[in-house]
């Protein structure tokens, strides 16, 4: 395997309650040969000052110090001045397993492969819960490639963590985190990566313990939510079309997620009224999709419903969130939604 020299990028605002556990992490890696880049994102709290601690530790570690401008141009910043072969990201408030590094390096190297990708552990607010994964290999030259592109919308993709990536890879095909966009930059990122790649390692072993109950994002209230999710849904499609065949029921059935995502949101955050507006200029949107997809399953009675019941309906039975309940715990709700409404016969 030799000894490549791994860049892992942490963007990091405000954690300075989480930062230390998450350098120890990452500076006690069974694999050596790591330059660790801190990219401080404009931190009001000591974050910063803990990351130059850190840096005085340990010569491996780079601090950047730089304005407050998101963490779509942390990332980048971090990747412009990274000189591993190999790339890999984590957040600043989760942890690294012993051998994440080293793990993900394996799979790269004795795959030939142009991405590794593994599995993590999340710590939630109902439970905690490992996430597992198909181990495989995915070699987009093979006939049969197409029974993967499933994998591709489950959520152990959609962050760039527990991932390892090829420099050469991004700066060739200028491969950036977009900017200016609330939700789903990562996932885009990854998308855009993944149409460049031939083959990719999966690998079922937890390495990372993601925090989700300090995420912030999910708890957000993104007003352009359905202009993300077009945002997302065009990056996969676009992946889709490079890396795989006829794959039009996959793409359907990913608008539908997303179309339930951005809706779901709008409930959450917004009274009634408002959440219709929004959630009627997302199914227009994705509405061509989501007919296609329930035209394509016959053994779902299917009957004419308007947009504005689809959103009364949602507004119905999403309003435990109005109350204050935890973004998790909401969440939980609404995994049924759609399953109910193939039992009430909407189509």
């Known amino acids: 395997m030799g000894n490549p020299l791994v860049s892992i990028i942490v963007p990091i605002y405000n954690v300075n309650k989480y930062l230390k556990r998450c350098l120890d992490s990452i500076i006690n890696q069974d694999y050596a040969n790591i330059e660790i880049i801190l990219v401080d994102d404009g931190s009001t709290d000591n974050s910063g000052s803990i990351c130059d601690y850190y840096k ?73 819960k490992k996430i597992i994964i198909p181990e495989k290999v995915i070699d987009f030259h093979s006939k049969k490639q197409d029974e993967n592109c499933g994998i591709f919308t489950q959520s152990f993709m959609l962050a760039p963590w527990c991932k390892m990536f090829k420099k050469e890879i991004i700066v060739t095909n200028r491969i950036k985190f977009p900017v200016g966009i609330g ?8 998308y855009n990566y993944i149409k460049n790649c031939k083959k990719i390692v999966v690998i079922n072993k937890d390495i990372y313990v993601y925090n989700s109950l300090l995420s912030t994002a999910s708890r957000k209230f993104w007003p352009e939510m359905n202009y993300y999710c077009k945002m997302i849904f065009d990056a996969y499609c676009e992946m889709v079309n490079v890396c795989f065949n006829d794959l039009n029921a996959k793409v359907d059935e990913y608008a539908l997620k997303l179309f339930e995502i951005s809706a779901c949101h709008y409930c959450q955050y917004q009274n009634q009224s408002d959440a219709i507006k929004n959630i ?18 016959p053994k779902k009675e299917k009957a004419d419903i308007s947009t504005q019941d689809w959103s009364n309906y ?19 709700m609404y995994k049924n939604i759609w399953s109910m409404f193939y039992q009430l016969g909407c189509f």
Request: proline share 1%; with cysteine; charged share 20%.
């Open 56 to 128: 005085s530790k340990d010569p491996r570690i780079i601090v950047m110090h730089k304005q407050n401008e998101g963490v779509s141009i942390a990332r980048n910043s971090g990747i412009n001045i990274a000189r591993g072969e190999y790339i890999c990201f984590s957040d600043s408030d989760d942890l690294l397993q012993k051998n994440y590094v080293s793990l993900l390096l394996e799979g790269i190297v004795d795959n030939n492969a142009d991405m590794s990708i593994a599995s993590s552990y999340n710590r939630g607010f109902l439970k905690s």
């Open 280 to 297: 009627n200029k997302t199914y227009a949107v994705f509405s061509k999709y989501i007919q296609n997809y329930f035209d394509s399953h």
């Open 314 to 332: 949602y507004i119905k039975h999403c309003n435990v969130a109005k109350k204050g309940v935890l973004n998790r715990l909401a969440q939980t």
């Open 183 to 190: 939700y789903g930059e990562d996932t885009i990122f990854i």
